[in-house]
């Protein structure tokens, strides 16, 4: 079974600059979910989609991201502009919708991008 | 906030075992022990969970004191492989898709296996 795909895996740019970030979840997995992992620290949510649409987006700087599902398949993530403290590895993951007793199911994560904002 | 604490780092030797303690003593009833782990580079990967019953699985086992106020994750064979940060959470599992279950992490445990 493929796992989660992320692409690049590396981008460096320079601060208000725009950067875009790819995600392909695993085939039939309803829910995708987008994570920031600033070095030494654990991976912080950024935003939960259900199939396109938007479950959980409040830990997302909505000033400056953005992200899309449109067809419930893959997503992008965008910021624009980047600043410094941008400068983290952006994880994707995915899971099956909850099963008929509602309960979640696990993640998959990605590899990740790591993104250096000079 | 993550609703657990774990200590920052511990070491094991290899081939024997790794017990990784996790506080979580204000857990509630509908939520469910979870472990994930990341080797360095990769995304975190899951481990087991559990809810009140000890859980085993092919990568390690799941021991939840009674009073669900702390948990072990025990490796019981440690390989270099194992050498990563382990991330206790405690989540929400019944929550029909919605936020409240999702995964919050704290720093974990970094674990290093030496030879």
């Known amino acids: 079974e493929a796992g989660v795909a992320q692409s690049p895996r590396y981008k460096i740019i320079e601060k208000r600059q725009s950067v875009a970030f790819w995600c392909n979840p695993i085939s039939g997995h309803a829910t995708l979910y987008w994570y920031q992992q600033i070095l030494g620290q654990g991976p912080k949510l950024l935003i939960q989609?259900?199939?396109?649409?938007?479950?959980?987006d409040s830990q997302l700087p909505k000033d400056r991201f953005s992200a899309e599902r449109l067809k419930g398949v893959d997503s992008t993530l965008k910021i624009q502009p980047a600043k410094l403290e941008d400068s983290a590895v952006y994880l994707c993951?995915?899971?099956?919708?909850?099963?008929?007793?509602?309960?979640?199911?696990?993640?998959?994560f990605g590899p990740g991008t790591r993104l250096t904002v000079l | 906030d993550a609703k657990t604490t774990q200590p920052p780092s511990m070491d094991c030797a290899e081939g024997r075992a790794a017990n990784l303690p996790c506080n979580h003593s204000?857990?509630?009833?509908?939520?469910?022990v979870y472990w994930y782990r990341q080797i360095h580079s990769q995304g975190p990967q899951y481990i087991i969970h559990g809810l009140k019953n000890n859980e085993t699985n092919e990568m390690a086992s799941l021991i939840i004191t009674e009073d669900r106020k702390s948990s072990t994750l025990i490796l019981p064979h440690a390989t270099l492989r194992d050498t990563a940060v382990y991330y206790c959470?405690?989540?929400?599992?019944?929550?029909?898709?919605?936020?409240?279950?999702?995964?919050?992490f704290g720093k974990g445990t970094k674990l290093s296996v030496k030879p």
């Open positions: 959470i405690v989540r929400v599992v019944m929550n029909y898709g919605g936020s409240q279950g999702n995964l919050i």
């Open positions: 989609f259900q199939n396109n649409g938007v479950v959980d």
């Open positions: 993951a995915s899971s099956l919708g909850p099963d008929g007793r509602g309960e979640s199911r696990e993640q998959f």
């Open positions: 204000t857990i509630s009833g509908n939520e469910y």
